[in-house]
């Protein structure tokens, strides 16, 4: 498995430590994140279980997975402390998405003094062909100040996760 803290982006005032954990079976891909000493939750209840219902989650505290395959094409995830999803298949950024028909994919959240959420995602869900895989990793925590965190986080003063280009290699397929 491979791990790395994600960086914060410049503008952030609040200081979470976010650590995301990785790794590519035949299968499936596992990413886990841990967000330590999650004390203060931004959450909201009514949003429901249903990832196709939950528009506009991102406003509370979520970590984030953009991931695929070769080709344009990328699968968003999001998932919040009270392991509430949505997800999307983005065909071009802010332009053309829409929600996966299925999601397959196995979500789960803990919290105690930290809130870990592990994402168990079939190879079969990610986007693009060919056997190496790519995405970033986020995180958007806070209320009143938000703080945004990622594995290749941008530079420019807004932080934007919509940026393929900054997109890592993180592996390759069995």
Not at 22 to 33: A, H, P, R, T, Y
Not at 59 to 70: A, L, S, T, Y
Request: aromatic share 12%; hydrophobic share 35%; charged share 25%.
């Amino acid at each position: 498995m491979q791990t790395q803290v994600l960086k914060k982006h410049h503008l952030n005032s609040e200081n979470h430590k976010v650590e995301c954990a990785w790794s590519i079976s035949q299968d499936s891909v596992l990413v886990q994140f841990t967000v330590f000493n999650y004390d203060s939750p931004n959450i909201n209840p009514s949003y429901s279980q249903d990832y196709k219902e939950n528009w506009g989650l991102w406003e509370h505290d979520v970590v984030e997975i953009f991931i695929k395959k070769e080709g344009s094409r990328y699968l968003e995830l999001q998932v919040s402390p009270l392991n509430q999803a949505f997800a999307l298949i983005i065909e071009k950024p802010r332009v053309d998405f829409n929600p996966p028909k299925e999601l397959n994919t196995h979500i789960s959240c803990e919290m105690t003094k930290d809130w870990v959420a592990i994402f168990k995602i079939p190879l079969s869900e990610i986007p693009g062909s060919g056997n190496k895989l790519y995405g970033n990793f986020f995180s958007c925590l806070g209320s009143d100040t938000r703080s945004y965190y990622a594995l290749n986080i941008n530079t420019e003063d807004t932080p934007d996760f919509h940026r393929p280009d900054l997109f890592i290699k993180l592996g390759e397929l069995e």
